[in-house]
Protein backbone atom coordinates (compact mmCIF):
# COMPACT_ATOMS: atom_id res chain seq x y z
CA UNK A 1 0.00 0.00 0.00
CA UNK A 2 1.09 3.69 -0.97
CA UNK A 3 1.05 6.21 1.13
CA UNK A 4 -0.02 9.95 -0.13
CA UNK A 5 -0.93 12.90 1.41
CA UNK A 6 -4.40 14.73 1.90
CA UNK A 7 -3.72 17.08 -1.30
CA UNK A 8 -2.38 14.27 -3.33
CA UNK A 9 -5.33 12.45 -3.09
CA UNK A 10 -7.17 15.41 -3.42
CA UNK A 11 -5.52 15.81 -7.02
CA UNK A 12 -5.78 11.82 -7.77
CA UNK A 13 -9.52 12.04 -7.05
CA UNK A 14 -10.08 14.96 -9.75
CA UNK A 15 -8.12 13.32 -11.92
CA UNK A 16 -10.69 10.22 -12.42
CA UNK A 17 -13.78 12.87 -13.00
CA UNK A 18 -11.41 14.50 -16.34
CA UNK A 19 -12.08 12.13 -19.49
CA UNK A 20 -9.04 12.44 -21.98
CA UNK A 21 -9.46 11.42 -25.48
CA UNK A 22 -5.72 11.22 -26.93
CA UNK A 23 -6.13 11.92 -30.47
CA UNK A 24 -2.48 12.46 -31.55
CA UNK A 25 0.28 10.46 -30.33
CA UNK A 26 3.82 11.89 -30.89
CA UNK A 27 2.80 11.99 -34.84
CA UNK A 28 5.62 13.30 -36.96
CA UNK A 29 4.09 16.21 -39.00
CA UNK A 30 6.48 16.71 -42.03
CA UNK A 31 7.55 16.63 -45.80
CA UNK A 32 8.34 13.74 -47.78
CA UNK A 33 5.67 11.22 -47.08
CA UNK A 34 3.44 9.49 -49.28
CA UNK A 35 -0.25 10.57 -49.65
CA UNK A 36 -3.25 8.35 -48.43
CA UNK A 37 -6.08 7.82 -50.27
CA UNK A 38 -9.52 5.70 -49.54
CA UNK A 39 -12.47 5.04 -51.94
CA UNK A 40 -15.61 5.93 -50.74
CA UNK A 41 -17.03 8.82 -48.61
CA UNK A 42 -15.19 10.40 -45.97
CA UNK A 43 -16.89 9.23 -42.34
CA UNK A 44 -15.91 5.10 -44.06
CA UNK A 45 -12.33 5.91 -43.03
CA UNK A 46 -11.52 3.19 -40.28
CA UNK A 47 -11.56 4.96 -36.95
CA UNK A 48 -7.92 5.49 -35.31
CA UNK A 49 -5.89 4.96 -38.29
CA UNK A 50 -3.66 8.22 -38.77
CA UNK A 51 -4.02 9.42 -42.49
CA UNK A 52 -1.08 11.29 -44.00
CA UNK A 53 -2.09 14.18 -46.52
CA UNK A 54 -0.39 17.22 -48.32
CA UNK A 55 2.81 15.71 -48.55
CA UNK A 56 3.24 14.43 -45.28
CA UNK A 57 2.47 18.15 -43.46
CA UNK A 58 -1.42 17.18 -42.84
CA UNK A 59 -3.12 14.38 -40.42
CA UNK A 60 -6.26 12.85 -40.37
CA UNK A 61 -7.87 10.30 -37.63
CA UNK A 62 -11.06 9.67 -37.33
CA UNK A 63 -12.45 9.13 -33.76
CA UNK A 64 -15.40 8.63 -31.59
CA UNK A 65 -15.60 11.02 -28.80
CA UNK A 66 -17.84 10.59 -25.97
CA UNK A 67 -21.69 11.77 -25.46
CA UNK A 68 -21.28 13.77 -22.73
CA UNK A 69 -23.60 15.97 -20.54
CA UNK A 70 -23.56 19.67 -21.34
CA UNK A 71 -22.43 21.30 -18.20
CA UNK A 72 -18.43 19.74 -18.86
CA UNK A 73 -16.26 21.71 -20.24
CA UNK A 74 -13.64 21.02 -22.88
CA UNK A 75 -10.10 22.04 -23.84
CA UNK A 76 -7.76 20.95 -26.53
CA UNK A 77 -4.04 20.57 -25.35
CA UNK A 78 -1.48 20.65 -27.82
CA UNK A 79 2.32 19.53 -27.15
CA UNK A 80 4.75 20.33 -29.90
CA UNK A 81 8.34 19.76 -30.57
CA UNK A 82 10.29 20.61 -33.53
CA UNK A 83 12.20 17.33 -35.23
CA UNK A 84 14.48 19.20 -37.80
CA UNK A 85 12.14 22.25 -38.71
CA UNK A 86 13.89 25.53 -37.56
CA UNK A 87 11.57 27.84 -38.32
CA UNK A 88 8.43 29.63 -37.54
CA UNK A 89 5.36 27.47 -38.82
CA UNK A 90 1.59 28.24 -39.00
CA UNK A 91 -0.55 25.23 -37.83
CA UNK A 92 -4.18 24.43 -37.15
CA UNK A 93 -6.55 22.04 -35.48
CA UNK A 94 -9.34 21.60 -37.16
CA UNK A 95 -12.46 18.77 -37.42
CA UNK A 96 -14.59 17.43 -40.64
CA UNK A 97 -18.26 17.30 -39.46
CA UNK A 98 -20.63 14.90 -41.31
CA UNK A 99 -22.55 16.44 -44.25
CA UNK A 100 -24.84 15.02 -46.93
CA UNK A 101 -22.88 17.31 -49.28
CA UNK A 102 -19.39 17.60 -50.53
CA UNK A 103 -17.10 17.94 -47.66
CA UNK A 104 -13.73 19.36 -47.16
CA UNK A 105 -12.07 16.02 -46.92
CA UNK A 106 -13.44 15.42 -50.79
CA UNK A 107 -10.25 18.03 -51.66
CA UNK A 108 -7.97 16.36 -49.05
CA UNK A 109 -8.68 12.75 -50.38
CA UNK A 110 -8.39 13.73 -54.42
CA UNK A 111 -6.99 17.33 -54.81
CA UNK A 112 -7.64 21.08 -53.69
CA UNK A 113 -9.35 22.07 -57.22
CA UNK A 114 -12.38 19.52 -56.99
CA UNK A 115 -13.63 21.86 -54.52
CA UNK A 116 -15.81 25.15 -54.97
CA UNK A 117 -13.38 27.72 -55.78
CA UNK A 118 -13.70 31.54 -55.23
CA UNK A 119 -12.00 33.52 -58.23
CA UNK A 120 -10.92 37.13 -57.40
CA UNK A 121 -10.49 39.91 -59.29
CA UNK A 122 -6.92 38.95 -59.42
CA UNK A 123 -7.37 35.88 -61.85
CA UNK A 124 -6.76 33.64 -59.08
CA UNK A 125 -9.02 30.50 -57.64
CA UNK A 126 -9.04 29.95 -54.01
CA UNK A 127 -10.18 26.74 -53.39
CA UNK A 128 -12.67 25.62 -50.55
CA UNK A 129 -12.44 28.39 -48.64
CA UNK A 130 -16.37 29.63 -48.39
CA UNK A 131 -19.73 27.52 -47.30
CA UNK A 132 -21.97 26.71 -50.09
CA UNK A 133 -25.43 24.59 -50.32
CA UNK A 134 -23.48 22.03 -51.44
CA UNK A 135 -19.58 22.68 -49.84
CA UNK A 136 -18.95 22.74 -46.07
CA UNK A 137 -15.68 24.18 -45.02
CA UNK A 138 -13.47 22.51 -42.19
CA UNK A 139 -14.48 23.72 -38.57
CA UNK A 140 -11.30 25.35 -37.22
CA UNK A 141 -10.57 24.58 -33.91
CA UNK A 142 -7.36 25.85 -32.54
CA UNK A 143 -4.58 27.96 -34.84
CA UNK A 144 -1.29 28.05 -33.47
CA UNK A 145 2.40 29.07 -34.56
CA UNK A 146 5.61 26.47 -33.50
CA UNK A 147 8.81 28.72 -32.32
CA UNK A 148 11.58 28.72 -33.61
CA UNK A 149 13.15 25.06 -33.32
CA UNK A 150 12.44 24.12 -30.45
CA UNK A 151 13.19 20.74 -28.92
CA UNK A 152 15.93 19.96 -31.87
CA UNK A 153 17.52 23.10 -31.75
CA UNK A 154 18.25 23.66 -28.02
CA UNK A 155 21.84 22.05 -27.54
CA UNK A 156 23.02 23.70 -30.51
CA UNK A 157 22.39 26.99 -28.67
CA UNK A 158 22.80 25.67 -25.11
CA UNK A 159 25.21 28.59 -24.56
CA UNK A 160 23.19 31.25 -25.24
CA UNK A 161 22.49 32.31 -21.83
CA UNK A 162 18.64 30.98 -21.67
CA UNK A 163 16.98 27.94 -20.76
CA UNK A 164 15.15 26.58 -23.63
CA UNK A 165 11.88 24.72 -22.56
CA UNK A 166 11.85 21.57 -24.00
CA UNK A 167 8.62 21.53 -25.86
CA UNK A 168 5.76 24.57 -26.81
CA UNK A 169 2.31 23.51 -24.48
CA UNK A 170 -1.05 24.94 -26.14
CA UNK A 171 -4.34 24.35 -24.30
CA UNK A 172 -7.76 26.27 -25.60
CA UNK A 173 -11.50 25.85 -24.55
CA UNK A 174 -13.28 24.68 -27.42
CA UNK A 175 -16.58 23.91 -25.11
CA UNK A 176 -18.94 25.88 -27.45
CA UNK A 177 -17.73 23.56 -30.71
CA UNK A 178 -17.64 20.06 -28.56
CA UNK A 179 -21.67 19.62 -29.48
CA UNK A 180 -20.81 19.21 -32.87
CA UNK A 181 -17.72 16.97 -32.38
CA UNK A 182 -19.37 14.48 -30.09
CA UNK A 183 -19.78 11.02 -31.90
CA UNK A 184 -18.07 10.16 -35.15
CA UNK A 185 -16.05 12.98 -36.07
CA UNK A 186 -12.41 13.52 -38.44
CA UNK A 187 -10.17 15.83 -36.22
CA UNK A 188 -7.42 17.05 -38.29
CA UNK A 189 -3.93 18.59 -37.73
CA UNK A 190 -1.54 20.46 -39.89
CA UNK A 191 1.96 22.30 -39.77
CA UNK A 192 2.89 24.03 -43.03
CA UNK A 193 6.83 22.71 -43.62
CA UNK A 194 8.82 21.32 -46.07
CA UNK A 195 10.92 19.79 -44.19
CA UNK A 196 11.95 15.94 -44.09
CA UNK A 197 12.31 15.60 -40.17
CA UNK A 198 9.26 18.73 -39.37
CA UNK A 199 7.37 18.43 -36.24
CA UNK A 200 6.05 15.87 -33.86
CA UNK A 201 2.85 16.81 -32.26
CA UNK A 202 0.87 15.12 -29.36
CA UNK A 203 -3.30 15.93 -28.82
CA UNK A 204 -5.38 15.46 -26.21
CA UNK A 205 -9.16 16.53 -25.81
CA UNK A 206 -9.92 16.64 -22.12
CA UNK A 207 -13.22 17.19 -20.81
CA UNK A 208 -13.90 18.76 -16.89
CA UNK A 209 -17.39 18.19 -15.25
CA UNK A 210 -18.73 21.32 -13.56
CA UNK A 211 -20.47 21.12 -9.94
CA UNK A 212 -24.24 20.51 -10.68
CA UNK A 213 -25.40 20.95 -7.03
CA UNK A 214 -28.51 22.39 -7.00
CA UNK A 215 -28.03 23.32 -10.66
CA UNK A 216 -30.70 21.77 -13.22
CA UNK A 217 -29.45 19.74 -15.71
CA UNK A 218 -32.31 21.05 -18.68
CA UNK A 219 -31.05 24.60 -17.97
CA UNK A 220 -27.93 24.19 -19.70
CA UNK A 221 -28.03 26.17 -22.88
CA UNK A 222 -27.10 23.49 -26.42
CA UNK A 223 -25.05 25.02 -28.72
CA UNK A 224 -24.81 24.21 -32.58
CA UNK A 225 -22.15 25.40 -34.13
CA UNK A 226 -21.28 25.72 -38.63
CA UNK A 227 -18.36 27.11 -40.29
CA UNK A 228 -18.56 30.02 -42.74
CA UNK A 229 -15.12 30.10 -43.93
CA UNK A 230 -11.82 29.47 -43.87
CA UNK A 231 -8.92 30.67 -45.71
CA UNK A 232 -6.71 29.27 -43.47
CA UNK A 233 -4.78 26.63 -46.48
CA UNK A 234 -4.45 23.95 -44.82
CA UNK A 235 -3.54 21.66 -48.11
CA UNK A 236 -0.81 24.55 -48.97
CA UNK A 237 1.75 21.45 -49.94
CA UNK A 238 -0.81 20.19 -52.01
CA UNK A 239 -1.68 23.36 -53.97
CA UNK A 240 -4.21 24.76 -51.77
CA UNK A 241 -4.12 28.94 -52.71
CA UNK A 242 -2.63 31.53 -49.95
CA UNK A 243 -5.56 33.75 -48.49
CA UNK A 244 -4.21 36.72 -50.29
CA UNK A 245 -7.88 37.51 -51.98
CA UNK A 246 -7.73 40.52 -49.71
CA UNK A 247 -5.78 42.91 -52.02
CA UNK A 248 -8.61 43.21 -54.54
CA UNK A 249 -12.00 41.54 -53.12
CA UNK A 250 -13.64 41.07 -50.10
CA UNK A 251 -15.19 37.79 -48.57
CA UNK A 252 -19.03 37.03 -48.73
CA UNK A 253 -20.96 34.74 -47.29
CA UNK A 254 -24.53 33.71 -46.64
CA UNK A 255 -26.35 32.80 -43.73
CA UNK A 256 -29.30 32.28 -41.24
CA UNK A 257 -29.77 31.83 -37.74
CA UNK A 258 -33.54 30.60 -36.54
CA UNK A 259 -35.74 32.61 -34.89
CA UNK A 260 -36.25 30.42 -32.17
CA UNK A 261 -32.06 30.62 -30.76
CA UNK A 262 -31.82 32.43 -27.82
CA UNK A 263 -28.30 33.95 -28.84
CA UNK A 264 -25.69 33.53 -32.03
CA UNK A 265 -22.12 34.72 -32.31
CA UNK A 266 -19.75 34.63 -34.91
CA UNK A 267 -16.26 32.76 -33.59
CA UNK A 268 -13.13 34.52 -35.64
CA UNK A 269 -9.39 33.51 -36.06
CA UNK A 270 -7.83 36.26 -38.10
CA UNK A 271 -3.84 35.97 -38.13
CA UNK A 272 -1.86 38.34 -41.03
CA UNK A 273 1.07 36.89 -42.79
CA UNK A 274 3.95 38.80 -45.07
CA UNK A 275 7.10 38.36 -43.82
CA UNK A 276 9.59 41.43 -44.21
CA UNK A 277 9.81 44.73 -42.67
CA UNK A 278 6.41 45.93 -44.52
CA UNK A 279 4.46 42.67 -44.73
CA UNK A 280 0.74 42.35 -43.46
CA UNK A 281 3.00 40.20 -40.64
CA UNK A 282 4.18 43.53 -39.00
CA UNK A 283 1.98 45.81 -39.99
CA UNK A 284 -1.77 46.17 -37.99
CA UNK A 285 -4.50 46.13 -40.40
CA UNK A 286 -8.45 46.50 -39.13
CA UNK A 287 -10.09 43.54 -40.01
CA UNK A 288 -14.13 45.07 -41.07
CA UNK A 289 -16.66 42.61 -40.75
CA UNK A 290 -20.41 43.81 -42.44
CA UNK A 291 -23.64 42.65 -42.44
CA UNK A 292 -25.70 42.68 -45.28
CA UNK A 293 -23.00 45.67 -46.49
CA UNK A 294 -23.30 47.85 -43.89
CA UNK A 295 -20.40 47.77 -41.47
CA UNK A 296 -20.92 45.63 -37.72
CA UNK A 297 -17.61 45.33 -36.77
CA UNK A 298 -14.34 45.98 -36.70
CA UNK A 299 -11.27 44.24 -34.93
CA UNK A 300 -7.33 44.63 -35.75
CA UNK A 301 -5.42 41.35 -34.84
CA UNK A 302 -2.28 42.57 -33.05
CA UNK A 303 -0.15 40.65 -30.23
CA UNK A 304 2.68 43.03 -28.69
CA UNK A 305 3.73 40.66 -26.09
CA UNK A 306 5.64 38.14 -28.43
CA UNK A 307 8.91 38.48 -26.19
CA UNK A 308 7.71 36.76 -23.62
CA UNK A 309 8.08 33.81 -25.78
CA UNK A 310 11.93 33.81 -26.32
CA UNK A 311 12.66 30.77 -24.17
CA UNK A 312 10.82 28.64 -27.07
CA UNK A 313 12.82 30.01 -30.06
CA UNK A 314 16.38 28.67 -29.62
CA UNK A 315 17.08 29.56 -33.45
CA UNK A 316 15.30 32.97 -33.70
CA UNK A 317 17.40 35.19 -35.51
CA UNK A 318 19.20 37.62 -33.38
CA UNK A 319 20.03 41.79 -34.11
CA UNK A 320 22.71 43.60 -32.99
CA UNK A 321 20.79 45.80 -30.88
CA UNK A 322 19.60 42.52 -28.41
CA UNK A 323 16.27 41.54 -29.91
CA UNK A 324 15.66 38.37 -31.72
CA UNK A 325 12.65 38.31 -34.86
CA UNK A 326 10.42 36.46 -31.86
CA UNK A 327 10.23 39.36 -30.05
CA UNK A 328 8.37 41.17 -32.49
CA UNK A 329 5.17 42.62 -32.27
CA UNK A 330 2.58 40.60 -34.83
CA UNK A 331 -0.90 40.16 -36.97
CA UNK A 332 -2.30 38.22 -34.27
CA UNK A 333 0.05 35.77 -33.18
CA UNK A 334 3.70 35.49 -31.76
CA UNK A 335 5.58 32.23 -32.40
CA UNK A 336 5.35 30.00 -30.13
CA UNK A 337 1.36 30.95 -29.15
CA UNK A 338 -2.04 29.82 -30.04
CA UNK A 339 -4.46 32.62 -31.38
CA UNK A 340 -7.58 32.91 -29.47
CA UNK A 341 -10.51 33.27 -31.35
CA UNK A 342 -12.75 36.18 -31.36
CA UNK A 343 -16.43 36.65 -30.93
CA UNK A 344 -18.82 39.08 -32.53
CA UNK A 345 -22.73 39.28 -31.20
CA UNK A 346 -25.10 38.19 -33.99
CA UNK A 347 -28.42 38.37 -32.02
CA UNK A 348 -29.65 41.32 -34.12
CA UNK A 349 -29.89 39.01 -37.24
CA UNK A 350 -31.72 36.21 -35.40
CA UNK A 351 -34.89 36.56 -37.43
CA UNK A 352 -35.01 33.03 -39.83
CA UNK A 353 -33.41 35.48 -42.75
CA UNK A 354 -31.06 35.01 -45.13
CA UNK A 355 -28.13 37.94 -44.29
CA UNK A 356 -24.89 38.42 -45.74
CA UNK A 357 -21.39 38.48 -44.01
CA UNK A 358 -18.32 40.02 -45.49
CA UNK A 359 -14.41 39.88 -44.58
CA UNK A 360 -12.85 43.25 -45.84
CA UNK A 361 -9.05 43.99 -44.98
CA UNK A 362 -6.53 46.33 -46.59
CA UNK A 363 -4.25 43.53 -47.50
CA UNK A 364 -1.10 45.06 -49.05
CA UNK A 365 0.49 45.09 -52.02
CA UNK A 366 3.21 42.48 -53.12
CA UNK A 367 6.95 43.42 -53.12
CA UNK A 368 9.54 42.00 -55.38
CA UNK A 369 7.49 38.60 -55.60
CA UNK A 370 7.04 38.38 -51.81
CA UNK A 371 2.47 38.66 -50.92
CA UNK A 372 0.73 39.43 -47.65
CA UNK A 373 -1.91 37.01 -47.39
CA UNK A 374 -4.49 36.53 -44.09
CA UNK A 375 -5.99 33.15 -42.57
CA UNK A 376 -9.48 33.55 -41.35
CA UNK A 377 -11.79 31.36 -40.38
CA UNK A 378 -15.39 32.25 -38.91
CA UNK A 379 -18.17 30.20 -37.56
CA UNK A 380 -21.64 30.41 -35.91
CA UNK A 381 -22.54 29.58 -32.52
CA UNK A 382 -25.95 29.29 -32.08
CA UNK A 383 -27.29 28.60 -28.48
CA UNK A 384 -31.04 27.61 -27.82
Known amino acids: MTRVSPRELDRIKKERLVITTRIFDHEQISWGKENAHIDGYSFDIPYDTILHYAGGTLILKRVLLPNLPSHYQHFIELHQQSNGDAYDRTGSIFAILPSAEKDFFYGINNHPDSL ?3 IGRDGQHYQGVLRTNEYVPSLELVRFFTPFGIGKFNERMKDFGIDWRDETYYRQEITDAYPMLQGSVILGAWIGNYDNGGHLLTMDIKSYPNDLINQDEDAWKHNIIYPLFNTCNVLEMAGQ ?3 KLFA ?3 LTVSFSIPDDASSARLRYISTGHGGWDGGDEFVPKTNTILIDGKPAFAYTPWRQ ?3 CYRDLNPVSGNFWNGLSSSDYSRSGWCPGTA ?12 DGKTHTLTVAIPQGQP ?3 MFSHWAVSGSIVIEY
Open 248 to 250: TDS
Open 241 to 243: NYG
Open 305 to 307: DCG
Open 116 to 118: PAF
Open 339 to 350: TQPVYFDLSPWI
Open 367 to 369: VEG
